[in-house]
């Protein structure tokens, strides 16, 4: 049974979402560049899936069960994504004090499914030994251009540096160790 999510029709506020900009070379939040020198990845939420953006409508999702799990194609007009949720230090606004902050990461992009790709390699062996940890990494740069399709892209260069706990929450099962399916 797959799981289908509107993943952002509930909400406006895109300042609870984080990419990683291809063309860019650099991370966004809320369409602004971020500085970021660090994430931390939760993989226990990692879902893998297809995914379809309409024009002007929010995503939606159909999610396998496990992240090793895609569900079928629902049409051909789906693409391949997945759903994260980070935790990123910024700024905020009302006190300039920096924060960490739970936000999404999800795409439909090739160059951010080889980023997330990549770093759960580093770590899916160690995945179930820290439950209820987060994967700290350090952004290091992008990948140099490689040919996709019609055009180029790049991946996010991170590198594993250490589990960390996770804030306000404590989790005594995590079985995200799946391999994700990332064709």
């Not at 609870?16 to 994430?39: F, H, M, T």
């Not at 004090?97 to 795409?107: Q, R």
């Not at 790709?117 to 952004?139: S, W, Y």
Request: proline share 4%.
């Amino acid at each position: 049974m797959s799981e289908e999510l509107g993943l952002f029709e509930s909400s406006s506020d895109s300042s609870q979402y984080v990419r990683y900009a291809p063309q860019s070379k650099k991370w966004k939040s809320n369409g602004n560049e971020l500085d970021l020198k660090q994430i931390a990845l939760d993989f226990k939420s990692l879902k893998t899936g297809w995914g379809i953006w309409p024009e002007g409508q929010a995503i939606t999702w159909t999610f396998g069960e496990v992240p090793s799990a895609l569900p079928k194609k629902p049409t051909e007009q789906h693409k391949q994504g997945f759903y994260i949720d980070v935790y990123i230090h910024e700024t905020n606004e009302g006190s300039g004090v920096k924060e960490l902050t739970k936000k999404t990461w999800s795409s439909l992009s090739f160059g951010e499914r080889e980023t997330i790709r990549l770093m759960h390699r580093q770590v899916k062996e160690d995945i179930k030994a820290n439950a209820g940890k987060i994967a700290v990494f350090t952004f290091d740069g992008a990948s140099e251009n490689m040919k996709v399709g019609q055009g180029n892209t790049n991946y996010a260069k991170c590198t594993f540096k250490s589990w960390a706990e996770k804030p306000g929450e404590t989790v005594a099962n995590n079985t995200s160790d799946d391999d994700p399916v990332f064709g």
